[in-house]
């Protein structure tokens, strides 16, 4: 099997064996070493995790082809708890005038599809933007990577999850979405990657409609209530309203304040 070839479903039929002679030409054909091989259990079956070493930066294999994403609403039936919380949210004049969860989430959230997309190694840990958004993709073509697309994103968090968070459809709503080293939101998702943990985060791809995997701490100190301080962990959750800061002239200067995820492109 070519590595083009690769899907998520491929991947996860193989035996170990052949899944770490894949893994090997894989990170060879990107100047990298295997440093992690292992199976987890992941929606009801094996998962093989690879993670590489490239030029002491570590990064996981994400399989393509084509993928689901985005989150169904029409299936997502919020606990009381999630209702409740919303309803004090919006009554103290947050979730942007929207009435209800479902209709918020249907606001902040990509919408269900499907998506055809490359094997790449995405680097398992995010890294501080050192250049302004524009400039960043330069500054790391220089160093043979490049920023996420947005559904890569998506994909490498969720990992074909069709959930609202990666750990599934709820959030410990009496504890807070940031710091720690607690909880599901600090474990290693499915591919192994350290991803959406801090809702003070905000990781930037390649859509500048959307930044992913925190807000930077806008509802948290904002005090919009603790569902909405939790929701930009989400896994679909782009963050439309800060990406418009992030992008627009209010967010010129503060680039330091963000970071993405650089990617391994593989040929």
């Known amino acids: 099997?070519?590595?083009?070839?690769?899907?998520?479903?491929?991947?996860?039929?193989?035996?170990?064996?052949?899944?770490?002679?894949?893994?090997?030409?894989?990170?060879?054909?990107?100047?990298?070493?295997?440093?992690?091989?292992?199976?987890?259990?992941?929606l009801g079956g094996p998962l093989h995790r690879v993670r590489i070493e490239r030029e002491g930066q570590e990064f996981a294999l994400i399989p393509g082809g084509t993928v689901r994403l985005g989150f169904d609403l029409d299936a997502f039936v919020p606990t009381p708890a999630q209702s409740a919380d919303y309803a004090e949210s919006a009554e103290e004049g947050y979730?942007?005038?929207?009435?209800?969860?479902?209709?918020?989430?249907?606001?902040?959230?990509?919408?269900?599809?499907?998506?055809?997309l490359a094997t790449v190694f995405m680097a398992v840990a995010d890294e501080a933007l050192t250049e302004s958004p524009d400039d960043m993709p330069a500054a790391l073509a220089a160093r043979g990577l490049r920023m996420p697309g947005a559904d890569e994103w998506e994909h490498a968090c969720g990992a074909g999850a069709g959930t609202l968070f990666?750990?599934?459809?709820?959030?410990?709503?009496?504890?807070?979405?940031?710091?720690?080293?607690?909880?599901?939101?600090?474990?290693?998702?499915?591919?192994?990657?350290?991803?959406?943990?801090?809702?003070?985060?905000?990781?930037?791809?390649?859509?500048?409609?959307?930044?992913?995997?925190?807000?930077?701490?806008?509802?948290?100190?904002?005090?919009?209530?603790?569902?909405?301080?939790?929701?930009?962990?989400?896994t679909a959750n782009r963050n439309p309203y800060t990406a418009e800061f992030t992008y627009g002239p209010d967010g010129v200067g503060v680039y330091e304040e963000f970071s993405t995820r650089p990617v391994l492109s593989l040929r």
């Open 1 to 42: 099997m070519s590595l083009p070839e690769l899907t998520l479903d491929r991947w996860r039929s193989l035996d170990l064996a052949t899944a770490g002679r894949i893994a090997h030409e894989a990170a060879a054909q990107v100047g990298g070493r295997v440093v992690l091989l292992d199976v987890v259990e992941h």
């Open 166 to 234: 990666r750990w599934g459809n709820e959030c410990p709503l009496d504890q807070p979405s940031y710091g720690g080293s607690g909880g599901p939101r600090h474990e290693s998702n499915a591919f192994g990657l350290h991803i959406a943990y801090d809702s003070y985060r905000t990781e930037l791809s390649g859509d500048p409609t959307a930044v992913h995997g925190g807000d930077g701490g806008e509802a948290v100190c904002g005090g919009y209530g603790d569902l909405l301080g939790w929701l930009p962990l989400a």
């Open 95 to 116: 979730g942007y005038g929207r009435p209800d969860l479902k209709s918020y989430l249907a606001d902040v959230l990509s919408p269900l599809r499907t998506a055809t």
